[in-house]
């Protein structure tokens, strides 16, 4: 059983940094593509940052939305299994429930969340002005 469990989050200043973590258990070798997804009050929740995985760690590739290019670096860890967003010169914008997804099999990542089956349970980033 796939589980994905996040940590990380919390209320920081504007311009102050975050580091999200998210270890994922139950698959291991098989292709797939993680991220973070977020949700603001009011807003549908949208893709933030995705990394595929191929096969057996052969090869990966990350992927932003516009608005955290350059400000919110993915990395992945294989031997932990766990993807961590480092957020850094935070806005007040970028407050929302950030929830890490998961695709096992995927060919490729995109940003509807209806291709991701796994879900975390979600962990708030709050940006004060």
């Known amino acids: 059983q796939v589980q994905l469990v996040e940590s990380g989050g919390g209320s920081v200043q504007a311009g102050g940094s975050l580091r999200l973590s998210c270890k994922a258990s139950g698959f291991t070798d098989s292709s797939n593509c993680m991220g973070w997804f977020r949700q603001a009050p009011g807003k549908e929740r949208g893709g933030v940052a995705l990394?595929?995985?191929?096969?057996?760690?052969?090869?990966?590739?990350?992927t932003y939305t516009d608005s955290v290019k350059g400000r919110f670096p993915l990395s992945r860890d294989n031997a932990k299994n766990t993807v961590y967003l480092q957020m850094n010169s935070l806005k007040p914008e970028d407050t929302a429930m950030y929830y890490c997804a998961a695709a096992i099999e995927a060919e490729r990542c995109g940003w509807l969340s209806g291709d991701f089956t796994y879900w975390g349970q979600g962990t708030q980033v709050a940006v004060s002005s």
């Open positions: 990394i595929y995985t191929a096969s057996y760690n052969a090869y990966f590739s990350t």
